[in-house]
C-alpha cells in the first residue's frame, strides 16, 4: 500500500541516492585497497623503509598472531596507561585551574607562562631525542640542552609584556 502512495520521480531520486552511496563507498574501499597495495609495493621495493613503515603483509600477519605475540596484553597496558594519564592530567588541570581561578595573584604571575606554554608544539616541550629512542636520523648531538630552549616559537617575546587588557 505504502508503495503505491510514492511517485515514480521519488522512486527514482531514492534509486539515485542509494546509486551515489554505494559508488561512495566503493570508490573509499578502492582508495583504501590502492593505498595498501602501494605501500605493500613500495615496501617490497626497498623504496620506504619497512623497519620504519612496516608493511601490511607483516601488520596483518601480526594481527592473526595475537596469541602468540602477547600483541593483546600489550595493548591493554597501552589503554590501561592511556586512560590514568588522561584522568590524572584532566585532574592536575582541573586542579591547577581551580587555584588559578581563587587566586587572581597566582592567576597574574602564570599568565605569560602559561600563554608560551600553550603556543608551543607540544612535541617540543620533549627533552631530547636520546630519551625517545635513536632513529637512524636522529641527533646524538643532544648536550643535555631541551628542544624547549631549541625551538623558534620564541623569536619575539615582548608580546609577553604588552599590556593587554584583560576582563574580570
Not at 28 to 47: R, T
Not at 84 to 107: N, Q
Request: with cysteine; glycine share 6%.
Amino acid at each position: 500500500m505504502n508503495r503505491q502512495l510514492i511517485s515514480k520521480e521519488r522512486k527514482q531520486y531514492l534509486k539515485h541516492k542509494k546509486y551515489k552511496q554505494h559508488m561512495v563507498l566503493l570508490t573509499q574501499i578502492a582508495i583504501l585497497v590502492g593505498f595498501l597495495a602501494i605501500w605493500e609495493v613500495l615496501a617490497n621495493k626497498k623504496i620506504i623503509d619497512s623497519f620504519m613503515m612496516s608493511q601490511p603483509s607483516r601488520i596483518w600477519e601480526t594481527f592473526m598472531n595475537l596469541s602468540s605475540n602477547d600483541l593483546i596484553e600489550h595493548i591493554g597496558i597501552t589503554v590501561y596507561e592511556t586512560i590514568v594519564g588522561f584522568l590524572l592530567g584532566t585532574g592536575l588541570g582541573i586542579i591547577i585551574a581551580i587555584i588559578l581561578w581563587w587566586s587572581d595573584f597566582l592567576s597574574k604571575v602564570a599568565e605569560p607562562y602559561l600563554v608560551v606554554l600553550n603556543s608551543l608544539p607540544k612535541v617540543a616541550l620533549r627533552t631530547c631525542y636520546y630519551y625517545m629512542g635513536r632513529g637512524r636520523n636522529a641527533s646524538y648531538y643532544c648536550n643535555g640542552n631541551s628542544n624547549f630552549f631549541n625551538c623558534n616559537n620564541l623569536r619575539k617575546p615582548k608580546w609577553i609584556f604588552k599590556n593587554r587588557p584583560r576582563s574580570y
